[in-house]
Every structure is written in C-alpha cells, then in structure tokens.
C-alpha cells in the first residue's frame, strides 16, 4: 500500500527536528543535576562545556597511573589543567566526586571517606545547589534555585592559571604548583597586596611565610592598582583607581579568537602567557611573554629569604627563561632530588677555635667564582686595596665564607654563612672568591697524615747526622744504627699485625687504639648507649681539617668472630648513601672492637621525636621517606645485601640539616648469639621485632620492612610504639590503635589533632596505610622498600583495607 505524499513529508520533518537539537536543547543538556556523579577511572566519563572546549573530571596523572587528580582541562589539549580541586592532592583509582544540593561538590575516596568539599565557599541567598554547569570559559558554576547568579564558581578559586574572563580582586590569587607533575601549592603566588600593587613573592614552604616581593607589576604606579583583569576577549590589563589601565600584554598583540589563552604562575616562577589554536592539528602551545625576563636579576629585597634558590645555591636562567639552581664548587645539593633546595658544603665548616694555628696550615683556600654575587650577606667592608689583601683577609677570618672586590667606593665586602641570593650573569664585574675545605675526598686523609708523619720521624735523625762535627756525627752515626736494628726488630714485629690489618681491610681507615684514646680525651664524653656497646664523642684529624666523630665501643664482640668482623666492617666501608651515617674507620687491637662513624650534630630520632616539641609534619615527612630510602639502598642497591635487623628511633640519626641517617646498618651479624639484650636468638629491640623471629622462620629483608611500619607509626603520632601509662588503654600497643583509628577514621586522634598533618589527610592516611602494610604479620604480605619509597613518594597505589596486623611482637615479654 503507497503512502500519501503529506504523511512522507510530516515524517521527514519529525526525524529531522529530532536528529539536530535547538540550542536551547543543547545548553539545558550541559546541566549537571544534584545528585550526579563521576568517578576516578581510566578512560572515566566527564562532564564537558556544551563546546566541547572544556571538561571537568578525573584527570589520570602521567607515571603514576592508579592516582587522578580532580580538575579542568582543555579538551583539546588534555595534558593541559587549569584548575584542580583538593588542594592539588591526587585521589586513587575508584574515588568519586559528586553534587549535593547542601555541600556542592563532595569528594571521596574508594571507602566513601570524604577528602573535599566547598560547603564552606557557597555563598547566595539560598545556599542550595539545584545543578552545575561546565562553561564554555572554562568556568565550572553550581547554580541555585532562586536565581542564575552561581552561588560558587571555579574562577573565584583560581590555582596556577587564570583563563579570559577571570580577575584578581583583593584577596585573590595565583599559586605556583610544586613542580610540573605535582600540584600542591609550590612556592610562588601572584596577588594584589593590601597596598594595591601585583605583584610575585615567594613563599616559604615549610612554613608558609610570604617574603617580599621579587617582581612588580606597573613599576612607578605602586599602590594604584585596583584590580586585574583578564577580560573574554583576551586582553588583560591592571585597572587603576582613576580608572586607566596598565596592559600586560605585548605592545602591538591582538588576541584571536581563533585561539585559546591563558597565563600561568610557573613552578620556577615567572608568569608565562600561552596561546594555541583552537583546532589541534594546526599546532601546540605557543608563549608570548615572559614576567620577568631574567628571574635571577630582578632586584634582590632583602626580604627574601634564603633566596629563590635557597642557601650556597645560584640563580641562574637557562632554555626558555626557565629558573635554574646550581651549587658553587665545593658544594652539592642538600637534597638531590630538588633543585632549589640549597645547598651544603662538602666540607667541615671553619669554626674559630685555634683559627690562627688552622690559617697557617692551609687548611681552607678560596675558589674564584665568575660573574657571581650572593645578595646581602656582607657583614664587613675592608679597606683592601688589591685583590690579594682581600683575599687573605677572608681566609684569617673564620667567620668569612666569600668575598667580592670590586675596585669601586665599595672595596671589599666579606660575606657571612649560609650565603643567601646567589645569582650568576654576565652584567655582574667584580671578583668573588668562596671559601673551601682543602680535603681531598678521593683519597683517605688519614692514611696520608700517616705517610707525612713516618716521613718526618725519618728525615730528622739523618739530618741532624750532617750538622755536628765528626766526632759527634760518628756517635750519632753507631747510636742511629742501633736504633735501626732495634727498629727492625721490635716496632716493626709489633706493626707487622697492623700492616696485615691494613692489607685485609679494603677502603677503611685503621686506627690504633690509642689513637682513638686520645681523640675522645680518654673516652670522655658519653653520647648514648645501645645494643651494641657505649658510644664517645671525639675529634680526629688526618692531615686535613679536624672533624667530630662518634666512636662506638663494641662490648659483646667474641674473640673468634674476627673474619665475620673484617666482612662486616668491609662491606660498611664500601657503603656511600646520603641517608646512611658514614664508617670513618675501625680498630682491632686484642680483645677491642671499635668503629668511628660520622658525627651526627642532631642526636637521635628519639630525642628529636619523643622531646617537648613537636616535630613539624613536613620534617617528619621527610624523615620517613628518607629513612626509607636508607632502607631501599641496604636492602637492593648496596653491592652486597644488608639486613638491619634493629631499626628503631634510636637508631636513626639526624645531620646538621635533620636529614635522616640511618646508623648500626650491618652490626646485628657480629653480636654473639644468647647474649643480646633477649635471653634468646632475637636480634631487635622490643615492640620493633617481627613476628618470624619467634617462630624459627627465615629471616628476611622484610624483619626490616616490619620494623619501618612501627618507625612509621612513631613519626606519624610523634609517640613511643609502647606506652603503657597511658590513661586510655586501648591506646597503649600503638599498632594496635593505629588500625583502631583507621577503621573508625578517627584519624585525628591518631595525630592528636595535629592541624598541619590533617590539613595534609590524603598524604596522611597513605602513610598510615603504608604502615599498617608494613607491620602484617605474615611476610608476604609486607610491602618491599622499594615499593614502600614509591607508596610514600605517592607514586604507587597503596592498597585499602589492610587486615588486622598482629601485636604478637610487641606483647610478648622477653
């Protein structure tokens, strides 16, 4: 049967009305409903702008894999974020985000904790969230009921970028993020002051501190700006109070529509601005300005700080304007894995004691630097008239550690430590010296102290041969070889053992055991006492400067455990970490055993944790995860494997700059059985043991692992593993409580309402996590420390819901 002409074209007219949506239709179906939700995901769902341009979601990071971080980006250009939510916190594949009509935007992880909210930043009559909108802007809006005003928009909570269409009022601001990959807040900020000029500053990271400004907007105009502005069209401005502008962007640029745009506050600094074309195949991001120019030159207040750098570091600016840190010679970083972190010497630091006696023997010499200046150290100007009085008046002073001569009204400046502001650029002309150790570090200055002190002990009868008259020089001469006979055949008979020593002994220095007597003033002064033995202070010297050491009297040692000892103490000579503390040498001699380390000027972990003070979070962090990197090189990147075997607050100590240094590493092997501070075969310390030390099973790396999870713990809640008067008994078995506290999510008793550790509550429970892991009875099931380091680094997921650890070892009396 035919169908009439008219129902053909009414269907027609259907399909196509159906097929293509009014914009109207297009626009409501980018509203968001309360009770909508997204979840972390690989290839999860989004939420775009009805152009397409823009999507708001779960953004995998790069490396990690299991870890998302909640943001905006370019839909277009996915590896671009311009805003995140969280504080720049990753979440772990399964976490979720969702709107609620009473807190807006609610972030949880996988258990349905909750990480985030912004029910403190709505604002409006109502308060009430009826749908969000993803903005073609790039502008993520909840709405309310009552009118189309949003009552919170991602635009009035900028992070590191600022899109068209944005401003900075007073209050607002742009922050820098750590680093390229990580983004919490890092330690630059962009802002309109209380005076009224935008302006960069730099932040202190550990403690928040904003120094003074390093760069300023509108130069000449300071205290005139009212807003800034950076309007949907592209052009971005400061608006003065009498209403005229100040542009920032190039003289004679016009912006595109046919382009993005956006402005950055760098993780190096400088605010950059980019475009790039709409359509993708027609290229990538693009810059066209660059505030300031040359980071490092802009003028140093001094109310800076340690400086953009930090201390001993110079500024200098590479590729792109990018800010780049290096340490003077003589000087490494003080963490290898951050580059504006400062830098320390390689060498003692002068101290003033007997600072005359150490000028005449060279000990320390001054290393030219080109083009260099470190800002606002100077502490004394000296009349010198050449470069050499200079100089020499820097090296006698033991307060001096650079000196600059300019030839001009300004002399000579001598410059105090830490050396602050360092920058490095051509346009700087004057002469700049830096003072260092002289200390060969590639050959053992105790050895050839020992080769120059034989040769003077040999040299001196010879010549006093050939000053008398010859009669004398005859009786000297038979006196001399009587000595030589009795030197063949006594001292030498007595060295032969030392020079068997020295032989058998690869790469550590020997010393004697008086020798040892004399630098600890007769084993004087006492630093602590341990499971191995009493350890002294004292002060040793090989030909260099004089340095501080920590002997340790080893006091359970057997007198047929000599060839273990050799092994032992030659595989921890040949140990070279920044988180191990350092064997210096040893002593044999009879039935003593003794090992010189490096002295630690911050005592303990113990000390440091257990004190009256509280640690600050961020120290404790970094103590955790640089224990753990201690751990990591014993366990698999040292050339012969090592089980600690007693790691415990005790005994991880702290350097000058409250970097953890592991210290014992190596010593449980030469401990007689039976005669540890147990009355069995267990090697370890009470509430740090694991459990397979009780149960005959083989013992592993992870009896290590085990006792990092209790170290963990103490770090985390700044308390011993066992506290038994404690009012609260349940709380008395830390490990026990950690994973009472984790069940509830009362984690904020497991710090004791410490502020900065919960404003950080992502990094938080990943390290209790971690911890809880750690301390699992079964071995299996403990972690590796290399995936430990990456756990903690944030760079591998950590497993929720770990099982209940067991308390055996830390119960059990021995």
Same mark, same amino acid.
């Given at each position: ?52 341009? /823009?999507?708001?979601? /779960?953004? &995998? ?25 969280? +504080? ?24 349905? =904790? ?51 269409? %944005? ?21 630059? &900020? ?35 700006? &009212? ?122 630091? &002068?101290?003033? +004691? ?105 040299? =001196?009868?010879? $010549? ?84 501080? #050491?920590?002997? $340790? ?37 009879? +039935? %003593? ?47 012969? %494997? ?5 790691? $415990? ?143 903690? +680094? ?15 070892? #830390?119960?059990?009396?021995?």
């Amino acid at each position: 049967m035919a169908w009439p002409l008219s129902y053909t074209l009414t269907l027609l007219t259907l399909i196509l009305l159906q097929s293509k949506p009014s914009p109207v239709a297009a626009q409501n179906s980018s509203n968001i409903s309360v009770g909508q939700s997204l979840t972390a995901n690989i290839n999860g769902s989004k939420w775009l702008s009805p152009s397409g341009d /823009f999507a708001f979601g /779960f953004h &995998q990071l790069p490396i990690t894999g299991n870890l998302f971080l909640l943001a905006i980006w370019y839909a277009n250009y996915p590896d671009t974020i311009v805003w995140h939510a969280n +504080d720049g916190n990753p979440v772990p594949q399964g976490s979720s985000v969702k709107i609620t009509a009473n807190e807006g935007l609610v972030l949880t992880d996988p258990q349905g =904790t909750i990480l985030w909210n912004i029910s403190d930043e709505i604002y409006g009559d109502s308060g009430w969230v009826s749908y969000g909108f993803m903005n073609d802007t790039g502008n993520f809006a909840l709405k309310g009921s009552s009118n189309s005003i949003p009552i919170w928009q991602s635009f009035d909570h900028p992070t590191d970028t600022l899109l068209p269409g %944005q401003s900075l009022e007073l209050g607002k601001m742009i922050k820098s993020r750590l680093s390229d990959t990580n983004y919490t807040m890092g330690r630059f &900020q962009y802002h309109l002051t209380l005076d009224r000029t935008m302006a960069q500053f730099i932040r202190d990271l550990s403690t928040g501190y904003i120094y003074g400004a390093y760069h300023t907007s509108d130069p000449g105009n300071e205290g005139q700006a &009212q807003r800034y502005v950076y309007n949907e069209s592209g052009h971005m401005y400061i608006l003065r109070k009498d209403g005229s502008m100040y542009n920032m962007l190039p003289d004679g640029y016009s912006p595109s529509q046919d382009q993005y745009q956006r402005l950055i506050m760098s993780s190096d600094g400088i605010l950059i601005w980019y475009s790039a074309p709409k359509a993708r195949n027609r290229g990538g991001w693009s810059r066209f300005q660059v505030v300031p120019s040359n980071l490092c030159m802009e003028k140093a207040e001094r109310n800076l700080g340690i400086g953009l750098c930090g201390s001993n570091s110079m500024c200098t600016i590479g590729g792109n304007h990018a800010l780049m840190c290096t340490c003077p010679q003589g000087y490494s970083l003080t963490d290898p894995n951050v580059q504006y972190g400062g830098c320390k010497p390689d060498f003692k630091l &002068q101290i003033c +004691d007997d600072n005359a006696e150490r000028s005449m023997k060279g000990e320390y010499s001054l290393v030219q630097l080109q083009n260099t200046d470190f800002v606002y150290n100077d502490y004394e100007m000296v009349n010198s008239k050449s470069e050499e009085d200079c100089k020499s008046s820097c090296l006698e002073d033991c307060f001096c550690a650079a000196a600059s001569f300019s030839g001009d009204d300004s002399g000579c400046l001598k410059k105090k430590a830490p050396l602050f502001n360092g920058r490095k650029h051509s346009s700087i002309n004057q002469s700049f010296w830096i003072k260092v150790g002289n200390v060969n570090m590639s050959n053992d200055p105790f050895v050839t102290n020992l080769l120059v002190t034989r040769k003077r002990k040999m040299t =001196t009868p010879i $010549k006093v041969l050939f000053g008398g008259s010859v009669s004398v020089n005859l009786l000297l001469l038979i006196a001399f070889g009587i000595f030589l006979i009795y030197d063949k055949k006594q001292p030498k008979e007595s060295n032969e053992s030392q020079r068997k020593t020295l032989s058998e002994y690869n790469h550590v220095h020997y010393f004697s055991y008086q020798e040892l007597n004399e630098a600890t003033n007769g084993f004087k002064e006492e630093l602590g006492r341990g499971a191995f033995g009493v350890v002294y202070k004292g002060m040793v010297n090989g030909g260099g400067p004089s340095i501080y #050491v920590a002997v $340790k009297k080893l006091d359970r040692i057997s007198s047929d455990t000599d060839e273990e000892f050799k092994t032992e103490v030659n595989v921890i000579g040949q140990t070279h970490h920044k988180n191990l503390v350092q064997l210096v040498g040893f002593c044999k001699e009879g +039935d %003593q055993r003794l090992l010189v380390y490096e002295y630690m000027s911050n005592g303990s972990l113990a000390d440091y944790l257990f004190g009256d003070m509280r640690p600050s979070w961020i120290d404790r962090v970094q103590i955790a995860q640089g224990t753990a990197t201690g751990l990591l090189y014993l366990h698999e990147e040292c050339s012969t %494997q090592i089980i600690h075997c007693d790691i $415990k607050p005790q005994n991880i100590l702290l350097d000058e700059y409250h970097n953890a240094r592991i210290s014992d590493f190596g010593l449980a092997k030469l401990l007689v059985l039976n005669q540890t501070h147990t009355n069995t075969a267990i090697r370890g310390t009470k509430g740090y043991v694991a459990p397979e030390w009780f149960r005959n099973k083989p013992v592993t790396v992870k009896v290590d692992v085990y006792s990092f999870g209790v170290l963990l713990l103490e770090i985390i809640c700044c308390r011993k593993s066992v506290c038994m008067e404690l009012v609260e008994e349940e709380a008395a078995i830390l490990t026990d409580w950690a994973f009472d506290c984790y069940l509830s999510n009362k984690l904020d008793l497991l710090v004791n309402d410490d502020m900065e550790a919960l404003k950080d509550m992502i990094r938080l429970k990943r390290f209790v996590l971690v911890a809880l892991w750690c301390i699992q009875e079964d071995p299996s099931l403990r972690p590796t420390m290399r995936t430990v380091t990456q756990m903690l +680094d944030g760079l591998a997921e950590v497993p929720n819901n770990p099982p209940c650890p067991s308390s055996f070892s #830390v119960t059990t009396q021995y």
